[in-house]
C-alpha cells in the first residue's frame, strides 16, 4: 500500500455501534482487494493490514470472518461503477450518541402519528415512505 497510508483506524472499544466499527475492517478489506491485482497480493498485504487493527482492539476472529468474505469477491465485480442513488429523501445527519438510540426507535414506532399531526406537518415536510435510519450494507 501506498506510504501516505497511516493506517490510523477508529478504536474498536470507542464510543461507536458495533456495526461501524465492524463496516471500518470489511471496507478497508474491499479497499485493498480493489488495489491488489492477484489474490496472493491481496493475502500478503492484508496480512499486514491485520496488525494495524489488532494494535487498535479489533478482535482477529472479527478481521479472519471479514477477510473470508473479501476474499471470495471476484475482484472485477469490484471494479464495476455502482449506478448512483438517485433518491429525493434529505437526510438528518446527527453526531452519534449511545442516548439516541432509544430517540430513534420511538420516532419510527410513531412515524405514521408524526406525519399525521397537522401542527407538524406544516413546519416538516415528511416524506412518503417510512422512517429509515442508515446502516452499512456490508455487514
Same mark, same amino acid.
Given at each position: 500500500?501506498?506510504?501516505?497510508?497511516?493506517?490510523?483506524?477508529? !478504536?474498536?472499544?470507542?464510543?461507536? +455501534?458495533?456495526?461501524?466499527?465492524?463496516? =471500518?475492517?470489511?471496507?478497508?478489506?474491499?479497499?485493498? %482487494? %480493489?488495489?491488489?491485482? !492477484?489474490?496472493?497480493?491481496?493475502?500478503?498485504?492484508?496480512?499486514?493490514?491485520?496488525?494495524?487493527?489488532? #494494535?487498535?482492539?479489533?478482535?482477529?476472529?472479527?478481521? &479472519?470472518?471479514? $477477510? !473470508?468474505?473479501?476474499?471470495? &469477491?471476484?475482484?472485477? @465485480?469490484?471494479?464495476?461503477?455502482?449506478?448512483?442513488?438517485?433518491?429525493?429523501? @434529505? +437526510?438528518?445527519?446527527?453526531?452519534?450518541?449511545?442516548?439516541?438510540?432509544?430517540?430513534?426507535?420511538?420516532?419510527? %414506532?410513531? $412515524? !405514521?402519528?408524526? #406525519?399525521?399531526?397537522?401542527?407538524?406537518? =406544516?413546519?416538516?415536510?415528511? +416524506?412518503?415512505?417510512?422512517?429509515?435510519?442508515?446502516? +452499512?450494507?456490508?455487514?
Amino acid at each position: 500500500m501506498r506510504p501516505t497510508d497511516k493506517h490510523t483506524y477508529l !478504536n474498536y472499544f470507542s464510543n461507536h +455501534p458495533r456495526h461501524i466499527t465492524n463496516s =471500518i475492517v470489511f471496507s478497508q478489506l474491499l479497499r485493498y %482487494r %480493489r488495489i491488489c491485482s !492477484n489474490v496472493a497480493i491481496f493475502d500478503n498485504q492484508s496480512t499486514d493490514l491485520v496488525g494495524h487493527f489488532l #494494535k487498535q482492539g479489533y478482535p482477529l476472529k472479527l478481521f &479472519i470472518r471479514m $477477510w !473470508n468474505r473479501v476474499r471470495d &469477491i471476484p475482484r472485477p @465485480t469490484l471494479l464495476v461503477d455502482k449506478p448512483k442513488d438517485k433518491s429525493d429523501k @434529505t +437526510p438528518l445527519v446527527i453526531t452519534h450518541n449511545k442516548g439516541l438510540d432509544s430517540l430513534l426507535k420511538n420516532i419510527k %414506532r410513531d $412515524w !405514521n402519528l408524526l #406525519k399525521s399531526d397537522k401542527d407538524l406537518k =406544516i413546519n416538516i415536510q415528511f +416524506p412518503n415512505d417510512s422512517c429509515q435510519t442508515s446502516t +452499512p450494507q456490508s455487514t
